[in-house]
Nanobody, 122 residues
Framework: QVQLVESGGGSVQAGGSLRLSCAASGRTHSRDAMGWFRQAPGKEREFVAAVGWIFGTTFYADSVKGRFTISRDNAKDTLYLQMNALRPKDTAVYYC???????????????WGQGTQVTVSS
């Protein structure tokens, strides 16, 4: 079992920045892939970003590319999402996830955190 706890959410005005963290514990492994997803009210959960362990390969949803940066600190078992130039459309609950490979599909991931709310006002 892997436990994931997100933090760092909050309210910010458009154009502002937030940094989300996801602390992992339990049977974690540096070879795990990690990802961020988000879900806005009335919408399906959508992929945001993911990072693999080989070469730290990262990839992003087109909607956040150039504004968000995913990173991981394996020594601390912590995943990060630096979010800059935030927009009202970024408002959602953000979830981190752990799985065997980095992927855009939520079903690929085995473990999920409880989520942290991000609200961007115009």
């Amino acid at each position: 079992q892997v436990q994931l706890v997100e933090s760092g959410g909050g309210s910010v005005q458009a154009g502002g920045s937030l940094r989300l963290s996801c602390a992992a514990s339990g049977r974690t492994h540096s070879r795990d892939a990690m990802g961020w997803f988000r879900q806005a009210p009335g919408k399906e959960r959508e992929f945001v970003a993911a990072v693999g362990w080989i070469f730290g390969t990262t990839f992003y949803a087109d909607s956040v590319k150039g504004r968000f940066t995913i990173s991981r600190d394996n020594a601390k078992d912590t995943l990060y999402l630096q979010m800059n130039a935030l927009r009202p459309k970024d408002t959602a609950v953000y979830y981190c996830a752990n799985g065997p490979i980095p992927a855009r599909e939520a079903k690929t991931y085995n473990y999920w955190g409880q989520g942290t709310q991000v609200t961007v006002s115009s």
